[in-house]
């Protein structure tokens, strides 16, 4: 509106009857100014509304004025597409004069107030007797005219301002109602302001707690076995926090003990439960009882405390170090999977979820491993969608099992879960395999052969980064490693080939652990070691800058010469950060 | 696998001559680089270098640098690396020669 053309023109403050005259329009815009800056410094809004409301009474010498908000059910609903709006309430928070309205409810559509939010709209009620529903007292006090302005904001009203009564008698006119419209803003928007900053806030402190719930979750987990252990395991939350858990332990009579379990539902209660559930099984089953007794000691414990129809499905069980024999109960848990020597076998739960009924019974499996891996998965995993969004189940983490069934446990569940987050993790995905141990051989990542040529480098990085990439290499870190291999070639096809005689190059790339090696073997004439020279770094001469990138980035390299007098093994070593974001071995 | 092109431009600019690079500097194609650092020092105008399209250099590509940066040197010539890319600048921190070169921000910069 235009404020200025709306209000009537200086210059009388004081009426020759003695009654303040209207505010002109530059007090008014004036007013208007210092209550927007009040209203945008402000960082305690309950301060500011009161003050502000006490400004708009004085400036506008009316008798009574109060100030409505929608009730707050508000911040689920608006999500809630079919939110009825209707069954909202405007509750005066705040009041100015004889009559105290704090706490007076109003259905949307009811009252000055209710009818302003209702259309959105500026109401003017000229005469009393229209509206008195709210505004009368036993002293006598009723409203002769009242203005109620709604609250704006882009998500539509949020509450009301309503003034009461010129203090000189004269009815509230169409002019006060443009400045009281006019005077609604600022108090909206900084409202609204407050709650998008609250709304951050509170954002701010779920995240941090939940990354201190998955902290927490984490430091639950085993930590994973350098020596030749039976069981490794493997855990992926879907979100910040799982439902999911596993844990291992060695029983004094050398039988270790094992635990994967899964949580009904979601989110910060079942990450909760979780916790408890996972200290809860660890602790019943250190005593060495039978994994039936196992679960009913669980079972019985979690019934007393477990609430909102939670449960908890679990396989437990008992290995011993060289894991040829397993012995173990489910409780509602995907059938455990036998994989031996190319050939599937289940063996399914044979008792309901823990924490539903006291006291019943759970069966027992006892396996001979024979050369065979137990795969005990949450049912995250049969969950995953495949390209056209059906869950993959068994028979697809059977495939999945299946297509990677060479290499230790370790790196067979690395390739597991690889491709299962290729495809879509839908649930909180756990794994835990049970076999004999191996001797740890390392992993290669990647075995290529090319010519000694220059333009085969540029593929080679290309699969270098590819590899690097899939360990969650940090880009940077990935690059550099890319480049010492880079100049490794380039050396070897420089001075070692040289330009006389030509041949092949073979890359390694192997994995032990932390441990990253890179080896490079070509059939060139036998290099002298002591004849390879870094240039000091920073120094402006066009030579020898391979070797010193090569030092920079690598923890060490070294050469050396085959047998026969020809060829040479050329060996990068780094040593990099454990990927461990979730646990991963 | 498909790879973008490598690619050397000679630009005669206003005062300067601008050699844009782009794809990835190797052994494969570094002397070709070097001869048209060379090629435009020797106009006799400054010479800068764009680097904004490189994803990657090695040791020769970075030595093609360093020997046209010592050939305007010693015939009192400028010589700028210009919209130098992450992965070059990553290179040429590794190498400490991130403080010899001069890096400018754009091609307007190559005339000082």
Redesign the interface.
């Known amino acids: 509106m235009n404020l200025a053309h709306a209000l009537p023109p200086p210059p009388a403050s004081v009426r020759a009857d003695g009654a303040p005259a209207r505010a002109s329009a530059s007090e008014a815009l004036a007013f208007l100014a210092e209550l927007s800056q009040a209203l945008a410094v402000s960082l305690d809004l309950r301060r500011t509304v009161t003050e502000s409301l006490h400004r708009v009474v004085d400036f506008m010498q009316v008798e009574a004025a109060a100030f409505f908000l929608l009730d707050d059910r508000g911040d689920a609903d608006r999500l809630d597409a079919d939110a009825v709006p209707a069954a909202r309430l405007l509750e005066c928070k705040l009041c100015i004069g004889p009559i105290d309205l704090t706490g007076t409810r109003l259905a949307i559509g009811h009252g000055a107030a209710g009818r302003a939010v209702a259309g959105d709209a500026t109401h003017l009620i000229a005469t009393a007797a229209e509206e008195t529903s709210i505004w009368h007292a036993a002293d006598g006090f009723v409203a002769r005219s009242l203005i109620c302005a709604p609250l704006r904001t882009a998500a539509g009203p949020i509450g009301a301002l309503e003034i009461v009564n010129r203090r000189d008698g004269v009815p509230l006119s169409a002019l006060d109602a443009e400045l009281l419209d006019a005077i609604s803003v600022p108090i909206a928007l900084a409202i609204s302001n407050a709650r998008q900053a609250q709304a951050l806030l509170e954002q701010q402190r779920m995240r941090r707690e939940f990354d201190l719930a998955r902290r927490l979750q984490k430091s639950l987990l085993p930590r994973r076995r350098r020596d030749a252990f039976p069981i490794v395991g493997l855990n992926r939350p879907a979100h910040e926090i799982s439902g999911d858990f596993y844990d291992y332990f060695e029983l004094a009579d050398g039988r270790i003990g094992f635990v994967i379990g899964d949580i009904s539902g979601k989110g910060l209660d079942a990450a909760l439960l979780m916790v408890r559930a996972a200290s809860l099984l660890r602790w019943a089953g250190k005593d060495g009882i039978a994994p039936a007794a196992w679960l009913a000691r669980a079972n019985d414990e979690l019934c007393e405390t477990t609430q909102d129809g939670r449960f908890v499905c679990a396989v437990v069980g008992y290995c011993d170090r060289a894991a040829r024999r397993v012995r173990f109960a489910g409780a509602g848990f995907p059938p455990v999977l036998l994989h031996r020597a190319g050939v599937f076998a289940d063996y399914p739960s044979e008792g309901p979820p823990l924490g539903i009924l006291r006291g019943v019974a759970f069966g027992e499996h006892d396996v001979e491993l024979d050369g065979g891996t137990l795969y005990a998965f949450s049912d995250g995993a049969t969950d995953v969608r495949d390209g056209s969004g059906k869950p993959i189940g068994s028979a697809g983490v059977r495939a999945l099992i299946a297509r990677h069934a060479t290499g230790s446990a370790e790196a067979r569940l690395r390739k597991l879960f690889s491709e299962l987050r290729h495809l879509r993790l839908v649930d909180d995905t756990t794994v835990l395999t049970i076999e004999a141990p191996r001797a740890d051989a390392p992993e290669v990542l990647l075995e290529r052969r090319l010519r000694a040529a ?2 085969e ?3 080679i ?2 699969a270098l980064r590819g590899t690097l990439d899939a360990l969650g290499l940090e880009a ?1 870190l990935r ?2 490693l ?2 010492a291999v ?2 490794a070639c ?1 050396n070897i ?2 001075h070692a080939y040289g330009a006389s005689c030509s041949g092949d190059i073979g890359l390694r790339v192997l994995r032990d652990g932390a441990l990253l090696s890179f080896e490079l073997t070509d059939a060139a004439p036998c290099v002298d070691p002591s004849r390879i020279k870094p240039q000091p ?2 120094d ?4 020898g ?2 070797v ?2 090569i030092d ?2 690598v923890d060490e390299w070294r050469i050396e010469p085959m047998r026969e007098g020809r060829g040479n093994r050329l060996i990068l070593r780094k040593r990099i950060e454990t990927i461990d974001e979730t646990n991963e071995p | 696998m498909n790879f973008p092109l490598n690619t050397v431009a000679k630009e005669d600019r206003e005062g300067y001559v601008l050699v844009r690079l782009s794809g990835e500097v190797d052994l494969s194609w570094s002397a070709e680089v070097r001869r048209a650092v060379l090629d435009a020092l020797a106009i006799g105008r400054p010479v800068g270098v764009d680097l904004s399209a490189v994803s990657y250099i090695d040791s020769s590509g970075i030595a093609a640098l360093v020997e046209g940066f010592q050939n305007a040197r010693t015939h009192s010539g400028r010589f700028v690396l210009v919209a130098v890319s992450d992965a070059v600048r990553a290179v040429l921190e590794l190498a400490r020669l991130d403080r010899v070169f001069v890096l400018v921000a754009s091609a307007d910069a190559v005339v000082a």
């Open positions: 220059p333009e480098l540029r593929e990085r290309a940077g690059d550099r890319v480049l880079d100049e380039t096809i420089r770094l920073g402006c001469r066009s030579g800058l391979g010193a990138l920079q980035v």
